[in-house]
């Protein structure tokens, strides 16, 4: 039976990867000090503590006993759910530091409004997988609000960009010199930004929703990836 000390860095990888997270990006979202934590977590030099454990499980959504080794299962209905109530603080969190700010009111509106079956947690899990849900929570953790109205904007909008800085600017009520040292989200913030709409998005047959079932990061294909690639991985 392989350690849990060997399955971990392991899966801990596959997570990066998936979501092609940099070693700062991991650790920013992780609200570790530096990213050389994860690169020992990786390479077997250092372990994290319960408390890290917990954290990646909760920012990810995946269980602990998969993180461990136990399972071989990565997410099930309880550990999406404890991802999700922690979403849910993230954001009432950011509500109350910018009280004044669309940063508070944003999410709640945007989502309710044009999302309603991510909004309402009693249809969420009838019309997204639990890969997609995990998808959704890490991007609402990462993806930074005017790239994401961008990204929604700009889909609204027929793709097309004309008007869309502009529309950013309004949305978010910019001052002059906010709006002056504004620039576009970055490609990978756009990918990003146009992957999470993606995601929440449904399609419809027959004028009834369909369930979204496929994850745009698959943290299982990447970990089955790594076995492949690492000798001695294969459990």
Same mark, same amino acid.
């Given at each position: 039976?392989?350690?849990?000390?060997?399955?971990? #860095?392991?899966?801990?990888?596959?997570?990066?990867?998936?979501?092609?997270? !940099? =070693?700062?990006?991991? *650790?920013? &979202?992780?609200? /570790?000090?530096?990213?050389?934590?994860?690169?020992?977590?990786?390479?077997?030099?250092?372990?994290?503590?319960?408390?890290?454990?917990?954290?990646?499980?909760?920012?990810?959504?995946?269980?602990?006993?998969?993180?461990?080794?136990?399972?071989?299962?990565?997410?099930?209905?309880?550990?999406?759910?404890?991802?999700?109530?922690?979403?849910?603080?993230?954001?009432?969190?950011?509500?109350?530091?910018?009280?004044?700010?669309?940063?508070?009111?944003?999410?709640?509106?945007?989502?309710?409004?044009?999302? #309603?079956?991510?909004?309402?947690?009693?249809?969420?899990?009838?019309?997204? !997988? =639990?890969?997609?849900? *995990?998808? &959704?929570?890490? /991007?609402?953790?990462?993806?930074?609000?005017?790239?994401?109205?961008?990204?929604?904007?700009?889909?609204?909008?027929?793709?097309?960009?004309?008007?869309?800085?502009?529309?950013?600017?309004?949305?978010?009520?910019?001052?002059?010199?906010?709006?002056?040292?504004?620039?576009?989200?970055?490609?990978?913030?756009?990918?990003?930004?146009?992957?999470?709409?993606?995601?929440?998005?449904?399609?419809?047959?027959?004028?009834?929703?369909?369930?979204?079932?496929?994850?745009?990061?698959?943290?299982?294909?990447?970990?089955?990836?790594?076995?492949?690639?690492?000798?001695?991985?294969?459990?």
């Amino acid at each position: 039976m392989r350690k849990y000390t060997d399955i971990f #860095p392991i899966r801990l990888k596959a997570l990066i990867q998936a979501y092609g997270f !940099s =070693l700062a990006e991991t *650790a920013s &979202i992780l609200n /570790l000090s530096s990213r050389s934590i994860v690169f020992e977590w990786e390479n077997k030099k250092k372990f994290p503590s319960g408390e890290n454990l917990n954290m990646i499980s909760t920012v990810f959504g995946v269980s602990l006993d998969w993180l461990l080794g136990h399972s071989d299962i990565s997410y099930s209905e309880e550990s999406i759910k404890w991802t999700e109530e922690a979403i849910d603080e993230y954001l009432h969190a950011l509500a109350a530091a910018f009280p004044n700010s669309l940063q508070g009111s944003f999410w709640d509106f945007y989502l309710h409004e044009h999302y #309603p079956e991510y909004a309402f947690g009693e249809r969420r899990s009838l019309y997204y !997988s =639990l890969p997609v849900r *995990a998808n &959704i929570a890490v /991007l609402i953790r990462e993806v930074r609000l005017p790239s994401l109205y961008w990204s929604m904007y700009y889909a609204q909008n027929g793709f097309k960009k004309k008007g869309v800085i502009a529309k950013v600017k309004e949305f978010f009520h910019m001052s002059e010199e906010e709006a002056e040292e504004f620039r576009p989200p970055s490609r990978k913030e756009l990918e990003r930004g146009d992957n999470l709409v993606d995601l929440l998005t449904l399609n419809t047959i027959n004028g009834k929703s369909v369930a979204n079932k496929m994850p745009i990061y698959d943290v299982e294909a990447a970990y089955r990836q790594l076995q492949q690639e690492i000798p001695g991985t294969d459990e």
